[in-house]
């Protein structure tokens, strides 16, 4: 069947059985309704179940051999550093402005139509950054950068003395003078000579009423109004760097705690995310369309990964608050498909919601009252649902998506992979030392004093290593920068692992088996990139995960340990306990490629649905 | 051995190229090294100033004073520089001589194509690129138009009033011109590549008028009143997108050989001299005539002068013009006078111009060849010279040849980045001649002592550069690790 429009609405990590449950429950009349007049089924995901990975694969139809995108993380084998594993900033001279480069390679969907002359409109896809030239417009999503070239780091300015930094933040300390008012900075890129932060000085003054506060300073707006408990609209910075450059950015800011007299001011400053109008590096293509959807739809975020997890984790958002921050990225995804759908004539419409999976990861604790998360952290009961109620907005969405459905369009829904606890993680560097292939230099411990990044690791007598979020490498001589495993010996070594790995009980889980298989490369990955790849993936079982010490490079003293964070759901498990969904108001015919639809056939079937040839590269099949 | 490369952007303005932050390429360049205004030569005009910066010698060491020159002491002859008018040693033969090859494209004079080690391409003062050889070797000629087709090297009858044909005309001649540019610097074995882009140039003459609110011609309403600075921004894109080709081990210097101003009006130089008396004609002109159809009584006339950007002001001296009127033992003596009655030039209303005039012998460092005895910058270039006669004023707003806008400013912009280089920041004081000294001394060569500028990396006491602008995203390290990794929630 041809058609003149497919549209793809993504929602990132809805759960199959989740969805079951509250489509039975007449939940989600939406979702029930393609169920009813077309099709729902699951849809295998990549090895690891992860977002980049996935989407890269969904937009290729290429195994991640074929696109590259391995993990979130990857490492040098130069320096074992472990680097995001999405893109890379690369510098030809010190003349030109450094550069970003997408590590997805392969050729995306959009790409192949738009030799063809069919236009994208693609909104948000991970991967993307930086944008691909295309036929049509698209706005980069995962991978984009906050101003200081990280995924998001946000500043906690507080004047309680006692409070230290936690993850993944920047701490400010406030001192409110006798006049009551606070002078401060924003913290932008760094100072390319010095690498020291460049700031950005603001003032907060008192409001007009208690509980409000007014920041002023050289940024547009120049007064920007606080209230206690609230998100502040975006405030937009200009970043001086030196003499002759500067650097634009934006912020919203939240005020927790206002009470100047007795020296309590503490608020939270998003990242510093590029400003649409002139992103430090585009994130559009073509390069304006940014500032021209920003006029359309007002300011969005613009990094990769809006919701700040780390703010919730840390204490200094309340559950609510992170809420109210989800809210506002659904409803302005929301404005900008809206907005993109009501001019879409024909070829191929993707925008991805991604806000879905954020909360399942930092509310999946309300799903289990039993979870090691709840030890720590009180219930409240009115968060019961907040689960439920983003499937619930994931249906409205796919509701408004639906009112753009004529006889000649595709509308297809796609989860990339599921959703799972995660109770107990897995330190694979543990289990590596314990087994004598990881070996620390003298005096080094596992645990603390192993530090993180592999700093610890004495490696001539090392042999293999984890890192990232499920990845075992072997330290191949040849590759690896002090690598002692002989080539002929690797594929050996990698037996003796996955064997060894494979089946790893939890003693204190009464024996549960942790590990369902290990995966040397060769069973997982082929194409031209699959040497990039950990020569290990370990697929974990479900409740379980790699373990918070392994995916920065640290060697914990314990392999097992209770998960008690916030971040208390995860998918990164084995990827067949975690497919992903795909409803379609059109009925498909799933049985094409002799196996399960899996997002590799994705591709395929939006080019055979706009008539345009699948270039024998793909891997998948069209689902007619 | 560093490699070179010149970027020449003919007339570039420092207000313009050092100051609009939408430069972005430009600016990135002035974070990474060092940059000012440069004094350029007397005259600041693209011949000889081009070469007076590849061989750091004055114009009178050349010999060159202009595009056109006296080649006898007669009354007749003007020549015409070409590419062989100059044969002092240049960076390309220093270069040359550590068996490093260059890449000359454009660079005046460049026609007929100078013989280098290496390629060269004719400059504007190619005559016909469709008839006459303007490479070396001539072979380079088909590669450029298998890359561009036909390869302009000028907009012939730049001075136009069709405005949109003359900007549109700009901009394609640049691109081609960037286009074969980008294409030998990576397709070429260079260690000195020295591109002079002389449609900056036209785009000032053309067009400052209606740029510059100080004009008096200017039109708030011109639809043509962003031209000027639409190029600069043209020209940036280009020279981000040539800068990304190059290696680690690139000086780097964009240059202008003179800077831009508006022009007042023209002074007509010799309708001056018949007022004064110096100059006699056996009829005056019933209409507008060039100075060399005009019937001259030699035998009754001590000064002439050739017009232009500036005024090459002669004496008719006994014994060395053929009909010479000025005893020599007066030589000096009337000179002076004649120098004090143009430094005493005045506009229509009567103010002092602020004319600047200079005796050859008091500037350079040689004078060879035949100079014209006073080098005359009206109004310090606010007006340019009016060699013909029959206007019959003085000051007219009108160009005998043709329209235009601008005038050329002694100060031209320069900027200058090389890894490890100690120079940084602002530069005060920096010279045109002291370009090719610093540039051999950056790039490791030795600077021959005949050339009279001095390395400006030499008087530097600057401490080398830190990491340059964007490292920050790009160098590893373990903080930047954990900067990039920061938020990814998955590794806690």
Known sequence: ?624 | MMKILILGLDCAAPEILLEDERLVNIRRLMSAGCYGSLESVIPPITVPAWMCMSTSQDPGSLGVYGFRNRTDHSYGGLGIVNSRSIQELAIWDQVAREGGKSVLIGVPPGYPPRKVNGIAVGCFLTPDTTKDSYTSPPTVAHEIERLVGEYPVDVKGFRTDDKSWLRDQIVAMSRKQFTVVRHYLQNFDWSYFHFVEIGLDRIHHGFWSHHDPTHVQHDPNSPFKNVVRDYYLHLDDEIGRTLELLSDDTVVLVVSDHGARKLDGGFCVNEWLVQQGLLTLNRYPEQVTPFAKLDVDWSQTSVWSEGGYYARVFLNVKGREPQGVIEPADYERFRDEVKARLEATTDPEGCPLGTLVFKPEEIYRQVRNVAPDLIVHFGALAWRSIGGVGYPTVHVQENDTGPDDCNHAQHGAFILAAPESPLSGRIEGARLLDIAPTLLDLGGYDIPTTMQGRSLAASSNQSALGPHFGRGFTARGEALVRDRLSGLGYIG
């Open chain 1, 1 to 624: 069947m041809r058609f003149r429009k497919i549209l793809v609405v993504g929602l990132d990590g809805l759960e199959p059985s989740i969805l079951e449950r509250l489509m039975d429950a007449g939940e989600l009349p939406n979702f029930a309704h393609l169920r009813e007049v077309g099709c729902f089924t699951r849809v295998a995901t990549t090895t690891p179940a992860q977002t980049p990975v996935a989407w890269s694969t969904f937009s290729t139809g290429l195994n991640p051999g074929g696109h590259g995108i391995f993990d979130f993380i990857r490492r040098d084998p130069r320096t074992y550093l472990p680097d995001l594993g999405l893109n890379r900033h690369e510098q030809k001279n010190p003349f030109v402005p450094p550069r970003a480069v997408n590590s997805r390679r392969g050729e995306p969907v959009w790409s192949i139509l738009s030799a063809a002359g069919v236009p994208s409109t693609i909104l948000r896809c991970p991967c993307s950054y930086p944008p691909d030239p295309l036929r049509g417009r698209m706005l980069a999503g995962m991978g984009v950068p906050d101003i200081r070239g990280g995924l998001g780091t946000s500043t906690f300015a507080t004047a309680d003395s006692r409070v230290v930094p936690g993850e993944s933040e920047n701490l400010i300390r406030l001192r409110v003078d006798s006049d009551r008012v606070v002078r401060s900075h924003l913290i932008g890129p760094r100072n390319p000579r010095d690498r020291s932060d460049i700031r950005f000085e603001f003032e907060l003054h008192p409001g007009s009423q208690p509980d409000s506060a007014i920041l002023r300073s050289a940024a547009t707006p120049g007064e920007l109004n606080l209230r206690v408990g609230h998100w502040s609209p975006w405030l937009k910075v200009t970043f001086k760097i030196g003499l002759l450059q500067s650097a634009r950015g934006m912020v919203r800011v939240y005020l927790r705690r206002y009470n100047p007299e007795r020296d309590e001011v503490e608020l939270l400053v998003s990242p510093v995310n590029f400003d649409p109008a002139a992103p430090l590096f585009p994130i559009s293509s073509p390069g304006e369309y940014a500032r021209e959807l920003e006029n359309a739809v007002e300011t969005y975020f613009t990094t990769g990964m809006v919701e700040d997890h780390a703010g919730l984790s840390n204490g200094r958002l309340t559950e609510a608050a992170f809420l109210d921050q989800c809210a506002q990225v659904w409803d302005e995804r929301e404005a900008m498909m809206l907005h993109e759908l009501d001019r879409f004539e024909e070829g191929l419409f993707f925008c991805l919601f991604d806000t879905s999976d954020r909360v399942q990861h930092m509310f999946w604790r309300y799903l289990e009252p039993d979870h090691p998360a709840n030890r720590d952290h009180p219930v409240d009961p009115s968060l019961h649902s907040a689960v439920d109620d983003q499937y619930r907005r994931a249906d409205a969405v796919v509701g408004r998506a639906h009112e753009f459905v004529d006889d000649q369009t595709l509308l297809l829904v796609l989860s990339d992979h599921g959703f799972n606890s995660f109770r107990r993680g897995v330190d694979l560097n543990a289990w590596l030392h314990q087994q004598g292939l990881l070996a620390l230099r003298p005096d080094i411990k596992p645990g603390e004093s192993a530090g993180d990044l592999l700093q610890g690791v004495d490696w001539s007598r090392t042999s293999a290593y984890a890192l990232g979020l499920g990845g075992i490498y072997l330290n191949l001589k040849g590759r690896e920068a002090q690598g002692i495993v002989e080539p002929e010996e690797a594929d050996n070594l990698s037996a003796w692992i996955a064997r060894g790995l494979a089946g790893l009980p939890d003693p204190e889980q009464g024996g549960a088996i942790a590990v369902r298989r290990v995966s040397p490369r060769a069973e997982i990955y082929h194409g031209p990139f699959a040497m990039e790849s950990p020569d290990l993936v370990v697929q974990f079982n479900a409740g379980y995960r790699v373990g918070w010490s392994t995916s920065l490079g640290g060697i914990a003293a314990r392999v097992f340990e209770d998960n008690t964070k916030l971040w208390a759901g995860d998918h990164i498990i084995d990827p067949r306990l975690v497919p992903g969904a795909l409803f379609s108001h059109h009925p498909l015919y799933l049985g094409g490629s002799g196996r399960g639809p899996g997002l590799v056939d994705l591709a395929p079937t939006i080019l055979a649905g706009l008539g345009v040839p699948v270039p024998p590269a793909m891997e998948g099949s069209p689902l007619r």
